[in-house]
């Protein structure tokens, strides 16, 4: 199965594509969606939709799995973050890809184990798992292939006569 991991934001998105078959992990691509401040807020929302239909044409997942929004004492940055968040989930959706949201504890318990675990265990522990040489930067890419390893690891699924 191939699985596009989001690392939801409004200036960094954070995109993940990992393949996932007979217990082994296959690193696609990672990298991340940018986008300036200073532009308006439509341009930057549909900067993130064209980015994220670019990835699943390119790569055409099996799943989508993205991060939960999580308490934001910003207000103003959590209103901005999910509105990039409904713009990759209507992507995904008009691809027709099955979604699956994760919270962060998940991925910490998926990745390192522990659900307490530091932003650089998860990191560390998600370049062994893919068999990285280095840690993805920036650290929204990381995280994207964090959550798609949580769902791997989630959802393992029995290939039956070709179907998954």
Not at 2 to 20: N, R
Not at 53 to 79: G, S, V
């Amino acid at each position: 199965m191939i699985i596009l991991g989001i690392d939801p934001g409004f200036a960094i998105v954070g995109v993940g594509v990992i393949q996932y078959k007979g217990n082994k992990f296959r690193v696609i691509d990672y990298y991340a969606i940018t986008t300036k401040a200073g532009l308006p807020l439509e341009q930057r929302l549909k900067m993130i939709y064209d980015g994220i239909n670019d990835a699943i044409q390119k790569y055409k997942p099996d799943f989508m799995a993205i991060e939960e929004l999580f308490f934001n004492n910003n207000a103003k940055t959590a209103i901005q973050v999910g509105q990039a968040r409904g713009v990759v989930l209507l992507a995904a959706v008009n691809h027709g890809i099955g979604i699956y949201e994760y919270t962060p504890l998940q991925v910490k318990q998926s990745v390192v184990g522990y659900g307490r675990a530091d932003k650089s265990q998860i990191q560390q522990m998600t370049k062994a798992i893919l068999g990285l040489n280095e840690i993805p930067k920036p650290d929204d890419v990381a995280d994207a292939l964090a959550i798609a390893i949580c769902h791997a690891h989630s959802h393992k699924m029995v290939n039956l006569g070709g179907r998954i």
